[in-house]
């Protein structure tokens, strides 16, 4: 096989998880881009239809889905729906996530299970409605999406969510058990773990995010010197959800500018 073919994704199926908005939503059309149909799916279904509209564009097949990833039932049955749409899916990227600031002495314990539910029960409900599939057609290509700052503490000043970097060490921790697990069935589980990306949660539009209060500064101490942008995770998420990655599972890929690397 060559280079080229080996990141060919053509005739192939991914389910996006949060791929409605944010970095879901740039991993969502690159998968696109490299060949993938693309179930988009989120709790928002209006914003899972535009981004399907930009997989078509891009002369893919695309079908959104309204899903609540923390409802166990409304996984099986999206998932249910995407395989009998599609036949198939190779592909799952899980990067519905969510995050509250407050001091740890202050969370409120809804605000710390919300994480939890959120970030790693529906992101475990995923890895287990679309890895049965998987293990049944012996092959699939699972990525999660964790954080940089999930196995490392955090001054206060700069990020104060002891539930979501408590959450994202746990996708890690996740990632790296299903793969040894299923790996014999031929099914790969990764994690990409982003550093500061301007998107979504990290909107620098909208007051209190992170980028809206540091930005500059943030940037200032990544090695690169700059924040994440719209074309960083490209590569590696067709990278893992490929062949290129075959001999390659349980594994955590920090794209963050090399702050993980400090
Ligand atoms: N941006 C960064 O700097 C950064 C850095 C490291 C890691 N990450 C991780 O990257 C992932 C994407 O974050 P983002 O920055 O792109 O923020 P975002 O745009 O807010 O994306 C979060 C996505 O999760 C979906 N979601 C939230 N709760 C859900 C639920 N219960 N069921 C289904 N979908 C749900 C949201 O869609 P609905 O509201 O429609 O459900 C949204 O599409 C998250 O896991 C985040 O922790 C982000």
Redesign the pocket.
């Known amino acids: 096989m060559s280079v080229k073919q080996m990141f060919d994704l053509s005739g192939q199926t991914a389910l996006v ?8 939503r740039l991993m969502a059309l690159a998968l696109a881009e490299a060949g993938a149909n693309v179930v988009v ?4 279904l209006e ?1 899972c239809e535009q981004v399907v509209k930009e997989v078509e564009a891009l002369g893919r097949q695309g079908l959104a889905l309204a ?4 409802d166990s039932e409304a996984v099986r049955q999206s998932v249910d729906k995407a395989i009998s749409h599609f036949g198939k899916i190779e592909i799952l990227v899980n ?5 509250w600031e407050g001091p740890a002495t202050e969370m409120p314990v809804e605000k710390w299970q919300g994480m939890l539910n ?2 790693v029960t ?1 992101t475990f409900l995923m890895c287990q409605a679309v890895g049965k599939h998987m293990i049944e057609n012996e092959y699939g290509r699972i990525i999660n ?4 700052i999930g196995d490392r503490g955090t001054d206060p000043e700069a990020v104060d969510s002891v539930g979501y970097t408590t959450s ?1 060490g746990a996708v890690m921790t996740l990632t790296k058990d299903l793969a040894v697990k299923w790996g014999r069935h031929g099914v790969n589980v990764n994690s990409i773990a ?4 301007q ?4 909107d620098p539009e909208v007051p209190g995010t992170l980028v809206q209060k540091a930005g500059p500064i943030i940037a200032s101490q990544i090695p690169v010197r700059r924040l ?1 942008n719209e074309n960083d995770l490209a590569g590696a998420v067709v990278y893992f959800a490929s062949a290129a990655s075959d001999y390659c599972t349980g594994q955590v890929l920090a794209v963050d500018g090399g702050f993980g690397a400090k």
């Open positions: 998880a949060g791929g409605g908005s944010g970095l879901g799916c989120s709790r928002r914003v899903i609540d990833v923390t990067s519905s996530g969510t995050v959120t970030n529906g999406i964790s954080s940089v994202k982003p550093g500061v990306f998107t979504g949660m990290n994440g």
